[in-house]
């Protein structure tokens, strides 16, 4: 409802804002990492960045540097949750998004058809959470799914492929940190595992971005490309640097007066660190990576990479 919501201004403000944000890389990082916190789905920002590139509005590297920031700005879902929908009754929010989204969502007006639904998206998420939270604590008087918990190397491959499937299924990495951070709260998931698990959900998300290229023109597959080619090797990196990373993740804690059992808090915090280092450390190979997509992957081939990944 949140996608379908923004959509409707996408011809409109939100057009602007991603076509004029383009011209330098930082512009369109940072558009990028503010449309996608602002509207809660990278996914939406990827199939939109994918059609503008089709249609001819915006260059690769424009689009490349826009996917870029969405992963950057999609750690504000876990902020959100960790911060916000873990800490207060937030289901007392919900009910009156719930009344006024669906109020507004049976207008025949556009933009308040738009608004009801961004409002009832926003109660629906608001509500699951609280639900998913009251579930894993009824849930774990009869199953403990720490039983389930694995460590060391095998327990990170394992958790980060499972991450992988829920994103794919879900299709929504939001969706998916929300769910890995209310099992944390409950105590459900091990928090190791949940490490591994928001790694995975981060290159399941591109499975969205490879669907929304297989109707569009090359130049949409190239993109497409490149956000899968960019979150495996985000994902790789911090797979390799899991334990280092959740090292730096404690002492950063203590150094912003998080507490070290703070488990959820915990999580945003490495999810938006290695999101920005993966930015990091592929700023410098943009240009490298344009001219990769557009002088090896021609038209035939990409198609059929990308409907071998579909299947």
């Known amino acids: 409802m949140l996608e379908e919501g923004f959509r409707v201004f996408t011809k409109g403000p939100l057009q602007n804002i991603l076509k004029k944000a383009t011209d330098k890389l930082y512009k369109s990082i940072s558009a990028g990492a503010l449309v996608t916190a602002l509207i809660q789905s990278s996914s939406l920002v990827s199939v939109i960045t994918i059609s503008f ?39 007392a929010l919900a009910m009156p ?11 025949k007006k556009k933009s308040l058809k738009g608004i009801g639904n961004v409002l009832a998206g926003l109660g629906f998420f608001f509500l699951g959470i609280h639900y998913m939270k009251e579930g894993f604590d009824v849930f774990k008087q ?55 698990l928001a790694i995975g959900a981060n290159v399941g998300t591109t499975i969205t971005a490879v669907l929304g290229s297989l109707s569009s023109n090359v130049a949409g597959r190239r993109l497409a490309g490149a956000h899968l080619i ?40 490495f999810h938006t660190i290695f999101n920005l280092i993966g930015v990091i450390i592929m700023i410098p190979f943009i240009k490298k990576l344009e001219t990769f997509l557009i002088k090896t992957l021609n038209r035939r081939l990409l198609k059929k990479i990308l409907m071998s990944l579909n299947t």
Not at 60 to 86: D, Q, R, S
């Open 142 to 196: 009869y199953i403990d799914l720490t039983e389930f918990a694995m460590s060391g190397i095998l327990g990170v491959i394992v958790y980060t492929g499972l991450g992988i499937v829920i994103t794919t299924v879900l299709q929504s990495s939001s969706a998916t940190l929300a769910l890995i951070l209310t099992a944390l709260s409950a105590g459900q998931i091990e928090y190791e595992n949940a490490l591994a």
């Open 53 to 91: 590139i089709s249609a001819g509005l915006i260059s690769l590297a424009g689009g490349i540097g826009l996917i870029f920031g969405a992963n950057i700005g999609t750690t504000a879902t876990a902020w959100l949750v960790a911060g916000f929908g873990l800490k207060i009754k937030i289901s």
């Open 230 to 269: 960019f979150n495996v090797t985000t994902g790789i990196v911090a797979l390799a640097f899991i334990f280092p990373l959740a090292t730096l993740v404690n002492a950063m804690s203590d150094a912003f007066g998080i507490s070290q059992t703070d488990y959820t808090l915990k999580l945003a915090l």
């Open 97 to 107: 998004m719930l009344i006024f989204g669906l109020i507004f969502s049976f207008q």
